[in-house]
């Protein structure tokens, strides 16, 4: 029996497109996401959406789309005082987690990370503490969570803790149901995967062993960027400062997109592992721009994806692998 894996990267705003071609996909199927993938793994938004997925009485594509265009302006705001006091972002985070953690709260409620009707794999990383030794990746499993509930959490901190984006949210302090276990200081899981593909699927093989296995991975961008040796070799910190965050990003990511191309792309056999991404400009890398000019932007750059995809026959491809009766 194929065992079908959707994977969706960390991107903020830019998770729009992810959205949109789950939206689509939706369409062409007439069934939920959760529905259609056997295990849901994500990183930061694509952590949030995992989790919305995978809720009992599911969340669909739709209802994510709405969440970006509605609410992403509430979670990306600060108010005049705040952003006085925090020195516009040098002294404190960017922007206060209230209206995050409200909407979280909303969406999930009081839901367990054992309830899910699909299973997800969430990511984020664990901070140093006095109780807590040395820096770790901390990574939510459904299926561990049924088995332990010291590792069962309410999903909606799983969702607040894979999106505690440094710069941006001040850290999670997270506990297991198990109240005498410690509690965690975590950060996004983007500091340890944006792409949570390898990672994740590493993770299920011990619980979910099968050789017939499918995976769409959901990107949310990539820079055009192209560096010559006459340009960079005389740069120094102000410019490298500039730059790491996004190859740092990108090179998990690639690293993580081309290990899985390998392990599921077989020469002479049918694809079995689908990477769906697409270039952006850089004014379109803003991880926290709800402009709506920037959202139609990410939109446009969604339908590019879907397009090509179906026009390839790829997107038909896939649809008959995750849901035969398409």
Known sequence: MTYRILSIDGGGIIGLMPALILQAIEKKTDKKIGQLFDVILGTSIGGIMACGFAKPNPK??????????????????????????????????????HALEDILQDILGDTKLSEV??????????????????????????????ESVQRDYYL????????????????????????????????????????????????????????????LSLGTGFSKNIYESADVKDWGAAQWVAQLPRLFIEGGSDYAHNSMDTLLNKEGQ????????????????????????????????????????????????LLQLINPTS
Not at 89 to 97: H, K, R
Not at 118 to 131: E, G, H, N, P, Q
Not at 287 to 314: N, P
Request: proline fraction near 5%.
């Open 60 to 97: 669909s594509a739709d209802d994510m789309v709405r969440l970006f265009r509605e609410q992403g302006e509430a979670i990306f705001s600060r108010t005049f005082a705040h952003m006085i006091l925090s020195l516009g972002g040098l002294t404190d985070p960017i922007y206060q987690e």
């Open 156 to 215: 909606r901190d799983v969702a607040r803790a894979t999106s505690a984006a440094p710069v941006y949210f001040v850290p999670e302090t997270i506990r297991p149901l198990e109240r005498r276990m410690p509690d965690s200081l975590v950060v996004d899981g983007g500091v340890v995967a944006a792409n949570p593909s390898l990672c994740g699927y590493l993770q299920t093989q011990p619980y979910h062993k099968s050789d017939d296995i499918v995976m």
């Open 117 to 146: 009707e699909t299973d997800i794999f969430v990511t984020s990383y664990k901070l140093a503490t006095k109780k807590n030794k040395g820096n770790d990746p901390l990574f939510f499993n459904s299926w561990r969570a049924r």
């Open 270 to 317: 049918p694809k079995r592992y689908f990477r769906y991404n697409i270039a952006l400009d850089g004014d379109e890398f803003a991880l926290d721009a709800t402009d709506s000019d920037t959202l139609d932007r990410l939109s446009t750059k969604a339908q590019v994806i879907i397009d090509y995809k179906t026009k390839t026959g790829e997107m038909d491809e």
